[in-house]
Structures are given as C-alpha cells and as structure tokens.
C-alpha cells in the first residue's frame, strides 16, 4: 500500500495500539511533560503523512515505521526539556519485555537513542528489532516478520540487544 490510501486504510486499524504503547511512553514522567499519548499519536500520524511515497508491507511494518515516528518525537521532546533546562529530568524509558516504564533505572529517550545510533552501526538489525519491539510495541513473531527472519533469531537478537544495551546505558556500580 502506498501513500495516503494506506494510510487511511491501516490507521483506524493501529491507532488504539499505538495510543496504549504511546502511554507507556509518557507515563508517570515529569510533571511539566506536555506530551499526552493521544497527541504524540497524532504527531506521529502528521509525521506519517509527509511521507506519502512511503510504501507498507503490512500492519507490522506500518507499525514499525510510526514507532520510529513516535521514537523522533520523544527524542526531540527530550532533547529540547533538556536545552531548556540545561540538564534537567529526562524522560524516562525502559527496556524490559513488557515496555512498562520504571523510572529509577531505565536510560532517557535522548541516551537510548544515541545508544540505537552506535548499536545500529554494529548491528544494524539487532537496533531495528530494538526499534520494533520498543517503540513498535511488537511481539518477537511480529518483528521476526518485519525483519523476514526466523523468531528464534529475533528472540537471540533481543537478547543479545538488551545486553548490549544494558551495559552501554546503565551506570556502572560503584566499587
């Protein structure tokens, strides 16, 4: 599906799942967030639009490619609080299964992205699947399909993603 259309077709069909994973998103951050879920939904949606000479191959690959919308749009939300801040709180996310935010010790959106930046040229689909589970909300066979390979090697990717990311963004413990 192309443009427009496919656009019309497939967001009635996503839009409650991607406004659930939006709310994870935004959930429990700082008071002073002025992102709700249902606007970075439509952000993501107008961002989508511009892109009318894009081409999906399914509800996965829609799916993948708005999360990647929504993933710009919390990286550029936190990288402006934070030029306004100089530094102050950070959105928060987290890189457990189930895409629950933990605050006290998950990376903020800005160093998960710059981690996706190294770890895509490293491994460049092991930072999609990332980007497809993450900010996708997919399930391994969901992001298995949109990557067109095995779920036993997305599920070895995801393993070894986290890892990497884990060690790239929390802090090490003092000694």
Known sequence: MRGQEAL???????????????????????????????????EAYVRLLREANT????????CAIAANAMRQILVEQARAHRALKRGGDHL???????????????????ALDEALEVLATLEPR????????????????????ALAVAPATAKRDWALARAWLRRRLEPEAPA
Do not use: C, K, M
């Open 92 to 110: 928060r996310v987290t890189l457990v299964d189930d895409a629950a935010v933990h605050p006290a010790s998950d990376p903020d959106v800005e």
């Open 55 to 62: 081409s999906w191959q399914n509800r996965a690959h829609f």
């Open 8 to 42: 019309d077709a497939l967001w009635p069909e996503v839009y409650q799942e991607l406004r659930r994973l939006a709310g994870h998103y935004v959930r429990g951050e700082r008071p002073d967030l002025t992102l709700q879920p249902t606007a970075l939904v439509h």
């Open 126 to 145: 092991q930072a999609r699947l990332v980007e497809l589970r993450y900010f996708g909300g997919l399930t391994i066979e969901e992001a298995a399909e």
